[in-house]
């Protein structure tokens, strides 16, 4: 049946009038029927009923849970308060967070652990530990934010107090948590401990540093040190028990390699100059550690050029006093710390390393008495022949190339871990 509306005219409508037809409110043969010109009045059931129900609607409201109901109710009366955008610090946590999954993390692997094992824990285990410990958490944003400023983008100097104000949250809550160090935290606290080396190495790339790189090595051995108690505290669990045990096992499918001659001569020159130039045997055996710290270290850099063990192993393993031999520059002291410099040089390519090898050098150079530049002779040619971790006289692989079956493995185990 055809709707018409009637304008209610009297005594006749106008299409009544206009059709020659009777017109009644009362009869329906005419086939007209009134709806009520209020909208409002139509939904609300009032008016006529057929009207309602020929337009398919209906009084009773439809059917919503009350909890969905009370929230639209809510929102229509402004008790839930409008925001047009995220706010700027949530959206630079986003931000950061998406930059470390996406690229951060990838620069940390290659230069902590590169291969499988390391993909996993510092693509998936490292990050679902920081939504359980702020520090961590802090941490991660802190090398992202760093990432940014080194990678320098359009928002560097914002990024840089980025880093700055998550890197100083971050390790105010790290040395609560180590005060407390025990299983439950411990892989979150070296996890931790492993950025900060990087942070450091990092943050003097840039402006914010004012230090000279003699300074700032001195306090990168001192960071270093710091975070070297996680380690003695928990050796057993790290090495054999935790997610993190990859990164103390290296030689999986390789063995430790000779050092060349040009080294092995420098580590014999620096300990002949400890026996005739240094009376005091307890300084000796200071120096004696030294050494034998760096041609360990050596051997790190050249058997396994893809572990941060690389460039954390003479600040970790060297004994205490030798850094205060460095702080008052001794000159033995210095041409280690030459010498050593020629691995951070080797590792300039990594992003975070950047000058680091040839500035420190340098600046030793500047300062050591002449009489022990024979000592530091093999690391000027060496950073001067622009030789990077791939040219140590022999072909050099990534550790993962030697090993990927085993380490797939091992990450695969690890991962069914967190399930």
Same mark, same amino acid.
């Given at each position: 049946?055809?709707?018409?509306?009637?304008?209610?005219?009297? /005594?006749? $409508?106008?299409? $009544?009038?206009?059709?020659?037809?009777?017109?009644?409110?009362?009869?329906?043969?005419?086939?007209?029927?009134?709806?009520?010109?209020?909208?409002? !009045?139509? #939904?609300?059931?009032?008016?006529?009923?057929?009207?309602?129900?020929? #337009?398919?609607?209906? !009084?009773?409201?439809?059917?919503?849970?009350?909890?969905?109901?009370?929230?639209?109710?809510?929102?229509?009366?402004?008790?839930?308060?409008?925001?047009?955008?995220? /706010?700027?610090?949530?959206?630079?946590?986003?931000?950061?967070?998406?930059?470390?999954?996406?690229?951060?993390?990838? *620069?940390?692997?290659?230069?902590? #652990?590169?291969?499988?094992?390391?993909?996993?824990? %510092?693509?998936?285990?490292?990050?679902?530990?920081?939504?359980?410990?702020?520090?961590?958490?802090?941490?991660?944003?802190?090398?992202?934010? #760093?990432?940014?400023?080194?990678?320098?983008?359009?928002?560097?100097?914002?990024?840089?107090?980025?880093?700055?104000?998550?890197?100083?949250?971050?390790?105010?809550?790290?040395?609560?948590?180590?005060?407390?160090?025990?299983?439950?935290?411990?892989?979150?606290?070296?996890?931790?401990? $492993?950025?900060?080396?990087?942070?450091?190495?990092?943050?003097?790339?840039?402006?914010?540093?004012?230090?000279?790189?003699?300074?700032?090595?001195?306090?990168?051995?001192?960071?270093?040190?710091?975070?070297?108690?996680?380690?003695?505290?928990?050796?057993?669990?790290?090495?054999?028990?935790?997610?993190?045990?990859?990164?103390?096992? /290296?030689?999986?499918? !390789?063995?430790?390699?000779?050092?060349?001659?040009?080294?092995?001569?420098?580590?014999?020159?620096?300990?002949?100059?400890?026996?005739?130039?240094?009376?005091?045997?307890?300084?000796?055996?200071?120096?004696?550690?030294?050494?034998?710290?760096?041609?360990?270290?050596?051997?790190?850099?050249? *058997?396994?050029?893809?572990?941060?063990?690389?460039?954390?192993?003479?600040?970790?393993?060297? /004994?205490?006093?030798?850094?205060?031999?460095?702080?008052?520059?001794?000159?033995?002291?210095?041409?280690?710390?030459?010498?050593?410099?020629?691995?951070?040089? %080797?590792?300039?390519?990594?992003?975070?390393?950047?000058? %680091?090898?040839?500035? *420190?050098?340098?600046?030793?150079?500047?300062?050591?008495?002449?009489?022990?530049?024979?000592?530091?002779? %093999?690391?000027?040619?060496?950073?001067?022949?622009?030789? *990077?971790?791939? $040219?140590?006289?022999?072909?050099?692989?990534?550790?993962?190339?030697?090993?990927?079956?085993?380490? !797939?493995?091992?990450?695969?185990?690890?991962?069914?871990?967190?399930?």
């Amino acid at each position: 049946m055809a709707i018409y509306q009637c304008d209610e005219g009297k /005594p006749s $409508c106008s299409r $009544c009038r206009r059709m020659k037809v009777n017109c009644s409110f009362t009869e329906t043969s005419s086939g007209l029927v009134i709806v009520p010109t209020s909208r409002s !009045k139509l #939904l609300s059931g009032e008016g006529d009923a057929s009207a309602t129900a020929l #337009l398919g609607l209906s !009084k009773e409201p439809e059917t919503r849970s009350d909890s969905v109901q009370n929230a639209i109710s809510e929102f229509n009366q402004g008790s839930i308060p409008f925001q047009p955008r995220f /706010p700027d610090a949530e959206r630079d946590r986003l931000r950061l967070m998406h930059h470390y999954t996406g690229c951060t993390r990838e *620069t940390i692997t290659e230069l902590a #652990l590169n291969n499988a094992a390391g993909v996993f824990l %510092w693509r998936d285990y490292v990050p679902h530990m920081a939504f359980e410990y702020d520090f961590l958490l802090h941490g991660l944003l802190s090398v992202a934010a #760093l990432h940014l400023t080194l990678l320098q983008n359009s928002s560097q100097d914002r990024n840089m107090l980025l880093a700055t104000r998550h890197h100083n949250l971050g390790i105010a809550s790290f040395r609560q948590h180590l005060v407390n160090l025990n299983g439950d935290n411990v892989d979150a606290l070296f996890a931790f401990s $492993c950025m900060l080396p990087l942070y450091c190495f990092g943050v003097h790339q840039t402006a914010q540093s004012g230090l000279s790189p003699l300074a700032k090595v001195i306090e990168l051995f001192m960071l270093i040190r710091g975070t070297g108690v996680i380690v003695r505290a928990c050796h057993e669990w790290l090495t054999v028990k935790s997610p993190w045990r990859p990164f103390f096992e /290296p030689k999986s499918g !390789k063995t430790v390699d000779d050092l060349s001659f040009e080294i092995e001569h420098v580590i014999s020159m620096l300990l002949q100059r400890a026996d005739s130039s240094i009376p005091v045997a307890e300084k000796r055996q200071v120096y004696a550690g030294a050494i034998g710290a760096l041609r360990q270290n050596f051997l790190l850099a050249t *058997t396994y050029p893809h572990v941060q063990l690389t460039i954390t192993f003479l600040p970790t393993m060297a /004994p205490d006093l030798f850094l205060s031999m460095i702080r008052d520059k001794e000159p033995l002291a210095l041409a280690i710390v030459a010498n050593y410099a020629v691995i951070l040089h %080797w590792m300039r390519s990594r992003i975070w390393m950047g000058g %680091w090898g040839r500035q *420190t050098f340098e600046e030793v150079q500047q300062v050591l008495p002449s009489e022990f530049h024979d000592c530091i002779a %093999w690391a000027a040619e060496e950073i001067e022949s622009g030789q *990077t971790e791939q $040219c140590f006289g022999r072909p050099s692989e990534p550790i993962a190339l030697g090993s990927l079956r085993y380490s !797939k493995s091992l990450a695969e185990e690890l991962e069914s871990s967190l399930r």
